[in-house]
């Protein structure tokens, strides 16, 4: 569970200074404070509405206390008709004397918390994140619920698409950069595909979870089969969806199955997807960029197989079915073991057949002399 740092307060000259400041920006102020009293939104803007408005925290920062009210207003809340004191308390006592805090990262670590009163099920799922153990083992800068959906100005966080990335790459910067560049990350940003995977279809939304354990990447092969062996969206771009089903039967494929029955959480190097295809880099084949692209590909075996010779990658199939116009070879050869197999095995059954037959004659003729 994440658990906070105590609350540090403002000095006593620095909260009469931020009492001060709200009685000039707005005399009525005082009287709006009466206890029990709830204000309007507007009375709230009548101080919050001044763009100067703003107070100095005992870390020396300038915390702003000016809200938009045109941004607010089109934001999700705002479209809602929430009011301020859904997040910040039921009275004008409640919401400026909890505001006092060192620095303005401790002010957004405590007041992320109101976002449970509503999303209770997605703050839960944050508390078990990558980004929770990462605040518990002391970066106070992981992310929280405001760094990503905002606070005043909270928008729909997939409106375009493209925003999930985005959002994702104001901390992930390079791997954002990756990303714009890949097959995936170019026709979302570039073309507004709503089909490519975005960063929370592989990683999760609010239970985002360490990638770099083992239970993940045995996982990763179903993960990119959620599209790649969706027949109907593979169609609609001219690719193979047996992609998955390929691999499940090659040699990489068996091998992980067992490892993941029996060894989930032991680390292996058996090849899945992301080792020949990339992570956030994925490119198309035909791209010379790409780790699988013929001149990249035997380089990229190289890195399992550093013995692999120049007749390496001829006899890999890819991940396509066995056919005439493909590997001719080995469908005439596939053609005659299919044939040949059952032959031989009809007549060794045929022939065992005979012999218990004739075993069983002879064992009468024996006994009836």
């Given at each position: 569970?994440?658990?906070e740092?105590p609350?540090?307060?403002?000095t006593?000259?620095?909260t009469?200074?931020?009492a001060?400041?709200?009685l000039l920006?707005?005399?009525?102020?005082?009287q709006d404070?009466a206890?029990g009293r709830?204000p309007?939104?507007?009375e709230c803007?009548?101080?919050h509405?001044?763009p100067q408005?703003?107070t100095?925290l005992?870390s020396g920062?300038?915390?702003?206390?000016?809200?938009?009210a045109e941004?607010?207003?089109?934001?999700i809340?705002?479209l809602?008709?929430?009011e301020?004191?859904?997040c910040?308390?039921?009275?004008?006592?409640?919401?400026h004397?909890?505001?006092?805090f060192?620095?303005r990262?401790q002010?957004?670590?405590h007041?992320?918390q109101?976002?449970?009163k509503?999303?209770a099920?997605?703050y839960?799922?944050?508390l078990?994140?990558?980004?929770?153990q990462a605040?518990?083992?002391g970066?106070?800068?992981?992310?929280?619920c405001t760094?990503?959906?905002?606070a005043h100005?909270?928008l729909?966080?997939?409106?375009?698409?493209?925003?999930?990335?985005?959002?994702?790459?104001q901390?992930?910067?390079?791997i954002?950069?990756?990303?714009?560049e890949s097959?995936?990350g170019?026709?979302l940003?570039?073309?507004d595909?709503p089909?490519?995977p975005?960063?929370?279809d592989c990683h999760?939304v609010?239970?985002i979870h360490?990638?770099?354990?083992?239970q993940?990447?045995?996982?990763?092969p179903?993960?990119?089969?959620?599209?790649?062996?969706?027949a109907q969206l593979?169609?609609?771009?001219?690719?193979?969806?047996?992609v998955?089903n390929?691999?499940?039967?090659?040699?990489?494929?068996?091998?992980?199955?067992?490892?993941?029955?029996?060894?989930?959480t032991i680390w292996?190097?058996r090849?899945?997807?992301?080792?020949?295809?990339g992570?956030h880099?994925?490119?198309r084949?035909?791209?010379?960029?790409?780790r699988v692209n013929?001149a990249n590909?035997?380089?990229?075996?190289?890195?399992c197989h550093p013995a692999?010779?120049p007749?390496w990658?001829?006899a890999w199939?890819?991940h396509n079915?066995?056919?005439?116009?493909r590997?001719p070879?080995l469908?005439?050869?596939?053609a005659f073991?299919?044939?040949?197999t059952?032959?031989?095995l009809?007549i060794?059954?045929a022939?065992?057949?005979?012999?218990?037959v004739?075993g069983?004659?002879g064992r009468?003729?024996?006994?009836l002399?």
């Open positions: 569970m994440l658990t740092r609350i540090a307060r403002l006593p000259p620095a009469l200074a931020l001060m400041t709200l920006v707005n005399p009525a102020f005082a404070r206890p709830n309007s939104q507007e803007l009548n101080c509405g001044d408005l703003a100095t005992e920062e300038a915390l702003p206390l000016y809200i938009s941004v607010f207003a089109d934001s809340h705002g809602v008709g929430l301020c004191k859904a910040h308390g039921e009275t004008p006592e409640v919401a004397v909890a505001a006092p060192v620095d990262r002010l957004s670590r007041l992320y109101t976002c449970s509503c999303h099920d997605n839960e799922k944050t078990d994140s990558m980004h929770a605040a518990a083992d970066n106070l800068q992981a992310p929280i760094d990503c959906h905002g100005d909270t729909q966080p997939d409106q375009p698409r493209a925003r999930i990335s985005q959002t994702c790459g901390c992930h910067t390079s954002f950069e990756e990303y714009r097959v995936h170019d026709a940003i570039q073309q595909n089909d490519v975005v960063c929370t999760g609010h239970n360490d990638p770099r354990t083992a993940f990447r045995v996982a990763s179903e993960l990119c089969a959620g599209c790649h062996a969706d593979m169609a609609k771009y001219g690719l193979s969806a047996d998955y390929l691999y499940s039967l090659s040699w990489h494929g068996v091998d992980l199955t067992v490892y993941r029955a029996n060894w989930p292996h190097e090849a899945v997807c992301t080792d020949c295809h992570v880099d994925i490119r084949t035909a791209d010379s960029a790409s013929p590909l035997l380089s990229t075996c190289q890195q692999a010779g007749n990658t001829g199939t890819g079915r066995i056919s005439i116009e590997t070879f469908f005439y050869t596939e073991y299919k044939s040949f059952p032959a031989v009809w060794s059954g022939y065992v057949v005979l012999q218990i004739r069983l004659v009468v003729r024996r006994s002399r």
